[in-house]
């Protein structure tokens, strides 16, 4: 077998397997090997099934262009109908190897993420010699179009993301079905999770396809049910034509099932390979004088009132990342980046073998909710297996400064500390303040893949302190109150009466929200006088989510401990969540109203003054029977129904509210800058210093 190559160097190495010896399993695998040179797969040996200690005995010829490039060796556990099982890789430099003699060598398999593990060698004899003749036709093999097709450089990604399926065909006697999902586009195949016992399955998984330039726009899907210990069964199939997606855009497709019943809902993105040079950046929209005036005209005040859902656009230049985390065992990553805006996802090229990547790519995205938050990850390229993480940033839309370019420091994955390396964006935001203020009296969008809440000891401690910090505010402000009554200070009491009684006594219903707007004038004043409000809620939010981390940390000591332990658990598993996720829903109004007042959002508190004063002016001419008279029957309850059959029941003040940040979002939102920075070292280190007195 032999592989063309292109350069001003011809070198053949030839390969021959003898042994390999694979400690990662404790039953059997069956393992294969791949070759990689400079990024590109060269050369799969057979399959040995069943087998720790396998002997494959093949030969391979490998016209490589330069000896600086190593040979990157990785070795995979063969799993039908599922991804391949990684079970170690190893690199063999070739300027360590001796010209025209036959060595043996023998090469450790590592896992790059645990490096510390042992998972087997694998023995080769390998003979480097220069070139002589056409010796590659000896070995020609009907494997050769597939080696070159595997080899070769995709020219973009098409991400599709399984959000659901509808009234599906039951399969089973209890009138239920255990549907997954199988992909296919080309050589490439993914498979869902299986949900049981349903007709309508929520998956929210995510899968990425590399489109090659020889093979069929279409992406085949079958859906199945899962029979144990029988074949499984066959629910239907449709197919994606990708030929008519537009690129650069997340696509909602509500796919009928062919040869079933039933609708799959996904949302498929096609996303090209190729970069745009940041001297042709001058041609987006929003830097070209004439195209920018146009959008700015689009969101203009004056047409406020025309499509109320386009709220706006964002357009996003990745430019460069420096000093990003090592992900191979050579030094280097193969850095790529994703955008994500909502529901929204777009993705640059891959950069091999770099650190500092330049991607140099524009994305522009629509904006149907201003409160939206700017998602950007990086990850580290493998084509043999998911992607790994190197870090994140999340940038809500209302505190982008337009035109700015500025370094974000990547966090973990949690969003609660910063990984390594620094990201450069340029972000412009344009929108109308009119639609984004109605658009925020309406329920937020849900996105469809999030990852699935798990019990946390930490998570349920953190979500309770949330909620008797709430409570403990409402007590002791009664106390307060309770004190003014029992004379504990007289000056205070007297004060308090004459308050009450002038109140009491011209007191209108046009005050209540006049008397709201007075927090919110006070906080701006300390604000405007820099003067600090929310300095001991944030720093007991970041501790909060450092305790989080402390979890992690003491999960390796104690994790064969757990494990016997949730398993007895599982069963009230779903309960131990729900009470997870309500202590956390009404920690977060509590801190979302008090977030309102203190000017958190800028843009939410003076949305907050406008219809404050607008409801003061209201209930001041017009008798209260009379508005909700009009509210209940005229606008709202009596005639929703009738004025639009399909409309969702809301409540305007929870849908506002939804919009403001809880403490810990604003701790997960915010950028790690000097004084983050300072409260986080400083809580760290403590921290640190209680593990280190722990163990």
Same mark, same amino acid.
């Given at each position: 077998?032999? *592989? ?37 797969? &060269? ?14 005995? %093949? ?73 002589? $003749? ?46 997954? &999902? ?20 929520? #998956? ?29 069964? !066959? ?181 609660? $500390? ?11 935001? *344009? !929108? ?17 893949? %999030?990852? %699935? ?27 307060? *109150?309770?004190?003014?009554?029992? #004379? ?16 009491? #006594? ?14 919110? /004038? ?18 007991? /939010? ?24 949730? +398993? ?28 309102? !007042? ?7 508190? #003076? ?43 809301? +409540? ?44």
């Amino acid at each position: 077998l032999s *592989i063309h190559a292109w350069g001003l160097v011809d070198i053949s190495l030839i390969v021959f397997f003898l042994s390999c010896l694979l400690l990662s399993s404790p039953g059997t695998s069956d393992p294969y090997v791949k070759f990689k040179i400079g990024g590109k797969e &060269v050369f799969r040996s057979k399959t040995i099934h069943k087998n720790l200690n396998p002997v494959w005995d %093949e030969r391979v010829i490998l016209l490589v262009e330069t000896l600086r490039e190593p040979l990157y060796v990785k070795v995979f556990d063969y799993d039908f109908g599922l991804q391949d099982d990684f079970m170690g890789s190893a690199y063999l430099h070739l300027e360590s190897l001796e010209h025209q003699r036959s060595l043996d060598v023998t090469l450790d398999l590592k896992d790059p993420q645990y490096p510390e593990h042992d998972l087997g060698s694998l023995e080769l004899t390998v003979t480097l010699s220069p070139k002589e $003749g056409d010796i590659r036709d000896a070995y020609q093999s009907m494997r050769l179009s597939d080696v070159h097709r595997k080899a070769q450089l995709w020219r973009g990604i098409v991400s599709v993301s399984l959000i659901e399926g509808r009234n599906l065909q039951p399969m089973d006697a209890n009138g239920f079905s255990d549907p997954y &999902v199988k992909f296919r586009m080309g050589h490439q195949k993914y498979k869902s999770k299986t949900i049981p016992k349903t007709l309508n399955p929520q #998956w929210r998984e995510q899968f990425d396809f590399h489109l090659y330039e020889e093979q069929g726009g279409y992406v085949d899907i079958t859906v199945w049910d899962r029979d144990a210990g029988k074949k499984d069964d !066959f629910m239907g199939r449709c197919t994606i034509d990708l030929s008519l997606l537009s690129k650069e855009h997340t696509h909602k497709l509500d796919l009928p099932l062919e040869e079933g019943e039933g609708v799959l809902v996904l949302l498929v993105t096609l996303t090209a390979s190729a970069a745009v040079s940041i001297s042709d950046l001058s041609v987006n929209m929003l830097d070209d004088p004439h195209e920018r005036h146009q959008i700015m005209q689009r969101y203009s005040l004056w047409r406020s009132l025309h499509n109320l859902k386009d709220v706006g656009v964002v357009q996003v230049k990745v430019i460069r990342a420096e000093g990003l985390m090592a992900a191979d065992v050579t030094g280097k990553s193969d850095p790529f980046c994703v955008v994500e805006l909502s529901n929204d996802r777009l993705q640059t090229h891959t950069v091999y073998k770099n650190l500092n990547p330049e991607w140099n790519k524009v994305f522009t995205f629509n904006v149907k909710d201003i409160h939206s938050v700017l998602e950007v990850t990086v990850y580290d390229e493998d084509r043999d297996r998911s992607a790994d993480f190197l870090g994140k940033v999340a940038i809500p839309l209302l505190n982008i400064q337009n035109g700015e370019r500025k370094a974000y420091v990547l966090k973990s994955k949690e969003l609660t $500390g910063p990984t390594k390396g620094v990201i450069f964006l340029e972000i412009d935001v *344009i !929108f109308n303040a009119v639609k984004a203020g109605l658009r925020t009296l309406t329920p937020v969008e849900q996105k469809y893949i %999030e990852e %699935e809440p798990k019990v946390s000891k930490q998570m349920l401690l953190r979500n309770f302190n949330r909620v008797r910090r709430c409570i403990m505010f409402l007590i002791n402000t009664g106390c307060y *109150i309770n004190s003014c009554f029992e #004379w504990e200070s007289p000056q205070r009491s007297i004060c308090v009466f004459y308050i009450f009684t002038i109140v009491v #006594w011209n007191f209108e219903l046009y005050m209540i929200p006049l008397a709201l707007l007075l927090p919110l /004038a006070w906080n701006y004043i300390l604000i405007a006088s820099g003067r600090d409000t929310s300095t001991t809620n944030f720093n007991q /939010a970041v501790e909060d989510l450092l305790e989080d981390e402390d979890e992690d940390f003491d999960k390796d000591d104690k994790d064969s401990e757990r494990k016997g332990f949730m +398993n007895k658990l599982y069963a009230i598993q779903d309960v131990c969540i729900s009470v997870q996720n309500a202590l956390d829903e009404v920690a977060s109004y509590g801190e979302r109203i008090k977030n309102t !007042f203190n000017w958190t959002v800028p843009f939410l508190s #003076w949305l907050a003054i406008v219809a404050l004063v607008v409801a003061t002016i209201i209930v001041y001419f017009i008798p209260l029977r009379f508005i909700v008279l009009a509210w209940a029957t005229g606008v709202n309850k009596f005639t929703k129904k009738l004025r639009d059959p399909y409309t969702i029941d809301n +409540n305007e003040l929870l849908d506002f509210l939804s919009r403001v940040p809880s403490d810990v979002q604003v701790v997960v939102y915010q950028e790690f800058c000097k004084l983050i920075m300072s409260n986080f070292v400083s809580v760290y280190h403590i921290k640190s210093q209680q593990r280190r007195s722990k163990s």
